[in-house]
């Protein structure tokens, strides 16, 4: 007697769930942690070093809105609007930078820092002031080429453990690249 399109159906499901992995032990580990959000069981990073170096970012990330926000009043006091503006494009993207590494942080079930405390031990770049606009430009930049290295190394850290986190701190590290390109460009419009 042939099998009805019901029983083939049936059939076909049972093979198809014995050979996939365990869903029924994924779906009840995944209600039991329920707690840790977006932090499954799969998660393959340390999550503790993970959270410390994203705080470590977003420290970093702070003390650039802050420097070229500072750098962008006093440049428009200089009398260079272009180059003010491109402190202000700068300062407006750390920000965002920012808001995303906080968002990973909360996904990972960590907590943003964001207190002012020791905000400077935690950042990986300083805040320079800078006397002139070429100095604020030089800062800038040394301090982009800081975070450069070291988000380079989270990347590396990061690998294929936690890519989510891995492919935000890369697309980070690209406009960090760009940052410093266009820094060293401005510098080169300085007589030396
Ligand atoms: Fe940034
Ligand atoms: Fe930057």
Redesign the pocket.
Known sequence: MNDSWMEVQLKQDDTRQASLIDVQALRDRARRNIAEGAVTAGYKADREIVLKLLNEALATEIV?VLRYRRHFFMAKGIASKSIADEFMQ?AA??LEHADRIAERIVQLAGEPDFSPRDLMSRSHSEYVEGASLEDMIAEDLVA?RI?IDSYRGIVQYLGDKDPTSRRMMEEILA??EE?ADELASLLQDFPK
């Open positions: 650039c700068h993207e750390e982009e975070a406009k960090e940052h």
